[in-house]
């Protein structure tokens, strides 16, 4: 791996560490200033999908909750780089943590595709799911790593 690979690879790793804070002080703006203009966005929580960074934010903005914590804990992202384009994987525990404590948080799969964009690694592209039972189509929210 070439010195420009490293740092490229601690700048990606630099992006999931400022996402999941983010995410945790429920901070919008830090959180989108990480994606592209043209995000697409295959999330855990329907729709679909969402396209272009307006239309994903206007989800983040219904989907972070105003009377609890958030749950965001992230195994360490396994990171490939080739030039202006980055690939990583994970497993992320995410949810809300209500004041008493309790929690409605699971373990899924995170994917993502990156660009640098004018010098600034971006997000272009995660995929979140959570694995389903095949017998009986449920998901199975209790695995754990």
């Not at 791996?1 to 490229?8: A, G």
């Not at 008493?100 to 640098?116: F, I, N, P, V």
Request: hydrophobic letters at 40%; glycine letters at 6%.
């Amino acid at each position: 791996m070439t010195d420009k690979q490293s740092q490229d690879q601690a700048a990606i790793a630099d992006i999931f560490a400022r996402w999941a804070e983010a995410n945790r002080t429920k901070d919008i703006d830090a959180i989108i200033a990480l994606y592209s203009e043209d995000i697409c966005s295959y999330d855990a929580v329907g729709p679909l999908q969402f396209n272009g960074i307006t239309e994903y934010r206007a989800h983040w903005e219904k989907c972070l909750p105003k009377d609890a914590d958030m749950v965001v804990e992230m195994q360490t992202p396994v990171i490939r780089v080739s030039g202006h384009l980055g690939v990583a994987r994970f497993l992320i525990r995410c949810g809300m943590r209500q004041e008493d404590g309790t929690e409605q948080a699971s373990w899924m799969r995170a994917s993502y595709h990156l660009e640098k964009q004018a010098g600034q690694w971006r997000i272009a592209h995660e995929h979140f799911s959570v694995p389903f039972d095949f017998d009986n189509g449920a998901a199975q929210f209790g695995l754990e790593p």
